[in-house]
Nanobody, 124 residues
Framework: QVQLVESGGGLVQAGGSLRLSCAASGRAFATSTVGWFRQRPGKEREFVSYITLFGGNTYYTDSVKGRFTISRDNAKNTAYLQMNSLKPEDTALYYC?????????????????WGPGTQVTVSS
């Protein structure tokens, strides 16, 4: 069984930065793909980024390319999402998730463990 807990969210002004962390329990984390997703008010959950199990491949949705960076530290069972140049439209509840089959993808249905989320609010 895997448990994920996100942290690092908060209120920030436009143009600012935040670093989200996703701490995992259990051994499956190191052999899983890690994804970050977000859900904006009134919208469906959407893909933000993923990183493969040894960090060899990363992928971002177009709206965050060049501003967000995903990384992981398997020794600490933790993944990160560095968010720079934040915009008001980045305001959302951010979730981390893992796919223990280590597939790479943007579909939230492939990810089988999820954290409860951390709120990011960007003021204009």
């Amino acid at each position: 069984q895997v448990q994920l807990v996100e942290s690092g969210g908060g209120l920030v002004q436009a143009g600012g930065s935040l670093r989200l962390s996703c701490a995992a329990s259990g051994r499956a984390f190191a052999t899983s793909t890690v994804g970050w997703f977000r859900q904006r008010p009134g919208k469906e959950r959407e893909f933000v980024s993923y990183i493969t199990l040894f960090g060899g491949n990363t992928y971002y949705t177009d709206s965050v390319k060049g501003r967000f960076t995903i990384s992981r530290d398997n020794a600490k069972n933790t993944a990160y999402l560095q968010m720079n140049s934040l915009k008001p439209e980045d305001t959302a509840l951010y979730y981390c998730a893992i796919d223990t089959r280590a597939f790479s993808g943007t579909n939230p249905r492939q990810y089988n463990y999820w954290g409860p989320g951390t709120q990011v609010t960007v003021s204009s």
